[in-house]
């Protein structure tokens, strides 16, 4: 599928994808959000972590396209919906780690885009919000369920039912974002935080993600019997033999993802 609003970089097992339509201030529509799931169902399989971005200095993503539903009926409204709730639960169970570089405005689905991934860094320009109740809908894209499980419900609540932005110290105050940098600054700590991660054993790193978002919603008894799980299948790989032969022998591991 050729991308006419997404621009894609590989550096080694690093892939970044910036959202590209500058004159939006690169807000989601039907075509952009066919694009992502495209990209999301076909990515290549030697990329062991995700960079997600905005192109351009304002804006990570301003929300879903509001021409394009001004005039949506409810059966039309509930599609769309489905198909960004749908497009980001792909990217929220990517078996690889999902960072958000926040460089600007990310409200609505833009909030939820970046709730989607693993991990979010912030602009100290970035500003997020769920301002959909001010336009006579509801986030659509899951933000409702996603934001009350990063910040509590007591601040999801707040923040949805005002409408209201918050600058990018807040949404690191209240747990939405990890770090928050200057501008300037943002792509290079992403690919430093990437990198971080790509070095480590791939499958341990896929198991830690799949454990981690499936325990989330377990009882305690059931969340800690799937670690066990999980954590046993790790023995199964060459890359626990290799990760710990370089440990007693005091080398770096070379993982091959097997």
């Keep these: 599928m050729e991308y006419n609003f997404l621009k894609i970089n590989n550096t080694g097992a690093i892939c970044t994808l910036a959202i590209s339509a500058p004159k939006s201030l690169n807000a989601l529509n039907s075509t952009i959000l066919k694009e992502l799931d495209d990209f999301i169902s076909n990515i290549d399989t030697d990329i062991r972590a995700l960079i997600i971005t905005g192109d351009g200095e304002k804006s990570f993503v301003a929300g879903a396209d509001i021409s394009e539903m001004a005039n949506l009926n409810e059966a039309e409204g509930e599609v769309f919906g489905k198909l960004g709730a749908q497009v980001f639960r792909k990217i929220e169970t990517l078996p690889i780690p999902v960072i958000a570089a926040v460089n600007g405005f990310a409200l609505g689905g833009g909030c939820e885009l970046a709730m989607a991934c693993d991990i979010r860094i912030a602009s100290n320009k970035a500003k997020f919000g769920q301002p959909e109740v001010g336009l006579g809908i509801i986030p659509g894209f899951?933000?409702?369920?996603?934001?009350?499980?990063?910040?509590?419900?007591g601040m999801a609540k707040e923040l949805i039912y005002t409408g209201r932005a918050i600058r990018a110290?807040?949404?690191?105050?209240?747990?939405?974002?990890?770090?928050?940098?200057?501008?300037?600054?943002?792509?290079?700590?992403?690919?430093?935080?990437?990198?971080?991660?790509?070095?480590?054993?791939?499958?341990?790193?896929?198991?830690?993600?799949?454990?981690?978002?499936?325990?989330?919603?377990?009882?305690?008894d059931d969340a800690i019997a799937f670690e066990n799980k999980m954590f046993g299948k790790c023995f199964a790989t060459q890359d626990q033999k290799e990760g710990m032969s370089a440990f007693l022998n005091k080398v770096k591991p070379e993982f091959k993802n097997r």
Excluded: H
């Design 142 to 153: 899951s933000g409702t369920y996603r934001l009350a499980k990063l910040v509590g419900m």
């Design 169 to 220: 110290d807040e949404a690191l105050r209240i747990g939405l974002v990890n770090a928050i940098y200057e501008p300037e600054q943002l792509m290079e700590e992403a690919m430093n935080l990437a990198n971080r991660i790509v070095v480590n054993a791939p499958i341990a790193v896929r198991y830690a993600k799949e454990f981690i978002n499936e325990e989330y919603d377990l009882a305690a």
